[in-house]
């Protein structure tokens, strides 16, 4: 938990037993036993209902509201998820929205030619396209505005092969409300993604992402991401991927070229880059008997070159809607 220790200070490493509860043993003796705090709710703690700071939790708002894990207590979730993931012989794969599964724009942005073409067929899938083929949809901004949203050619067999080898997290620099809907057109049955949606704002550092939040250790995680920049203290958990721009509003403005053009698909990228984790997971999992700590890390080094294919060569940050 290298990242852990670098953004906090030592004494956050221990919980605070500064409150204490009585336990009853044997029905006679009560003995007195300090409380480690390990979640709080509004303020409460769970365990024994005593009010409690902020100093030695993290909110974890996006598993429930106003929800908070000690650090101690989040670092025991993060083993026993890793070991849990492990006894599936799954990794853990965390991966953005915008530019690495699908483009968002608002719809004021698409140029005539798309609206023609496009907008019938996102209505179409609203009302009456066969559920969950559709790639085309008009969704909505949270503030209210009317936003059409393309899924990245693949995507679907991507995110079914990938919940094979991973448990999957979503994590976005968007808001919640819009990653809850993109998530929706994703993982309509909610088979992938339970409820590991993170979003802007559960970002402990403004514009950055941390695997702070996600529930796995740093050892076993996987990040997708096209824009390497958010992720400063994680470089090498990072798989970073061309960026997907189908709508020719901004890929213009971040000279990026559009990612497949009007007459076929032809972005590749997340196939490409699923051959990649197919490569990481065997060699994580079956390419030398014991796998007790090994580390995923080390195994992105090893495929490095497949890795920069992927980068590609124009891949410029993008971001968030
Ligand atoms: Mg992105
Ligand atoms: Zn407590």
């Not at 006679?28 to 300090?34: D, N, S």
């Not at 998820?81 to 483009?103: I, N, Y």
């Not at 448990?167 to 590991?196: A, H, N, W």
Request: overall charge negative.
């Amino acid at each position: 938990m290298a990242n852990l220790s670098k953004s906090k200070p030592t004494s956050f490493a221990r919980p605070n037993p500064s409150l204490s509860f009585s336990i009853a043993c044997d029905g006679t003796k009560r003995q007195k036993v300090e409380c480690p705090h390990p979640a709080i709710h509004e303020g409460k703690c769970l365990l024994c209902e005593s009010a409690v700071d902020d100093d030695h939790s993290v909110a974890f708002g996006f598993l429930h509201p106003s929800f908070r894990l000690s650090y101690v207590f989040a670092d025991k979730m993060r083993e026993l998820s890793t070991a849990a993931a492990l006894g599936l012989k799954k990794l853990h794969l965390v991966l953005d929205l915008d530019h690495t599964l699908l483009h968002t724009i608002r719809l004021f942005n698409l140029t005539p030619g798309e609206e023609d073409r496009l907008i019938p067929e996102a209505e179409w899938n609203a009302v009456g396209g066969p559920e969950g083929q559709g790639d085309v949809f008009l969704t909505g901004t949270e503030a209210g505005e009317g936003s059409i949203t393309k899924l990245r050619p693949f995507v679907r067999e991507f995110l079914r092969e990938a919940h094979e080898m991973f448990e999957l997290t979503v994590y976005t620099m968007g808001g919640r409300v819009y990653s809850s809907r993109m998530t929706k057109l994703l993982d309509p049955d909610g088979l992938y993604f339970s409820d590991r949606v993170i979003a802007r704002e559960d970002c402990t550092v403004r514009g950055r992402k941390s695997l702070d939040m996600v529930l796995a250790k740093e050892s076993n995680i996987l990040i997708m991401d096209d824009t390497e920049t958010v992720w400063p203290d994680h470089a090498a958990n990072l798989i970073a991927i061309e960026p997907f721009y189908f709508f020719s509003h901004g890929s213009k403005k971040r000279c990026v070229r559009p990612s497949f053009g009007h007459d076929g698909e032809q972005d590749c990228v997340l196939a490409t880059t699923l051959q990649v984790l197919k490569e990481i997971h065997w060699r994580y999992f079956d390419s030398e008997p014991g796998i007790k700590g090994r580390d995923v890390r080390e195994v992105v080094q090893q495929v490095q070159s497949q890795v920069r294919n992927i980068s590609g060569d124009q891949a410029s940050p993008g971001d968030a809607l």
